[in-house]
């Protein structure tokens, strides 16, 4: 979610930028790593935790495994997050 929010507002947020000059892209994509590096938290908590309670008859390999692509996940999309705002640092947000 945190990626598809940080996507949306580089597209949203250049018109304004680029009228203003206020560089707003790479704040906004350092305020949603924290996000997308939480969802691998609470990925790693139930991990640690043995999984979902609540579905008695899964395996605990298929519970590992969802922990560990929920963890792995989460750092591609703060990787790719933090990659798309550092292009603000590089290219001017006026080019069209």
Do not use: H
Request: charged residues 15%; contains cysteine; positive net charge.
């Amino acid at each position: 979610m945190a990626w598809a929010v940080s996507t949306q507002l580089n597209y949203a947020l250049v018109p304004w930028q680029c009228n203003r000059q206020v560089p707003v892209i790479l704040p906004v994509a350092l305020l949603l790593v924290p996000l997308s590096l939480l969802g691998g938290a609470l990925s790693w908590q139930a991990k640690r935790r043995g999984g979902a309670a609540f579905k008695p008859e899964r395996t605990r390999s298929t519970e590992d495994f969802v922990a560990d692509l929920g963890m792995f996940s989460a750092s591609l999309f703060a990787l790719v997050i933090v990659m798309q705002g550092s292009a603000a640092l590089i290219l001017d947000e006026c080019l069209r």
